[in-house]
């Protein structure tokens, strides 16, 4: 085998993991990462406990919540936040939360949602030589969770992150570089 059939080989099985990263992931369900609404306790007790009555989704003023569409998941029609699409604004009142008649969604856990802004350095463009701020200017934690280092790239702090999804909504990268995903665990 020649060096360059080697280096392709090697390219492409690189390649091939890399694009099914997120489905080896041990995570909850079917191995995606969903946004679920203010104050969902967890993904367990959200998806025993939601009775799929949508009074959330009606009761959200920026048409956050959107059902769950695929098949899949662990939440197939349960209203999930998709924040590339539209993410949560966090209103001061909660008013999705107010009306979940069978406590699936409860105000002790609205404050913070299920994940947190994570940045692919690959694709952000301050990461590679660009100048763009798009998800710190517009972070509702601006200087908690999100701040700039002394490069001008973007920096998540994950304990004062609340998931909103904002960053990733506004990121103008054609993927989103920066986006809402499972909490990093270990050290």
């Not at 048409?63 to 924040?83: D, H, T």
């Not at 992150?161 to 909504?169: A, D, N, T």
């Amino acid at each position: 085998m020649s060096v360059e059939q080697s280096v392709s080989r090697e390219a492409f099985i690189r390649g091939f993991f890399s694009f099914f990263k997120e489905l080896m992931e041990p995570t909850f369900g079917n191995g995606k990462f969903t946004l679920l609404p203010p104050g969902a306790e967890s993904e367990t007790s959200y998806s025993a406990d939601c009775t799929e009555c949508y009074e959330c989704v009606a009761a959200c003023p920026h048409q956050s919540l959107r059902i769950c569409r695929e098949r899949q998941s662990p939440f197939w029609g349960k209203p999930i936040i998709v924040p590339r699409e539209n993410p949560c604004y966090l209103c001061s009142d909660f008013p999705c939360v107010t009306q979940c008649s069978a406590k699936a969604l409860t105000p002790e856990h609205a404050a913070k949602l299920n994940g947190v802004a994570q940045i692919d350095i690959q694709r952000c463009l301050a990461f590679n030589g660009n100048f763009c701020r798009s998800c710190v200017t517009n972070c509702p934690e601006t200087d908690k969770a999100l701040s700039v280092d002394e490069f001008g790239r973007p920096v998540v702090a994950s304990e004062k992150c609340k998931g909103c999804g904002i960053c990733e909504y506004v990121c103008p990268a054609e993927k989103a570089a920066i986006f809402v995903s499972y909490p990093q665990t270990g050290g």
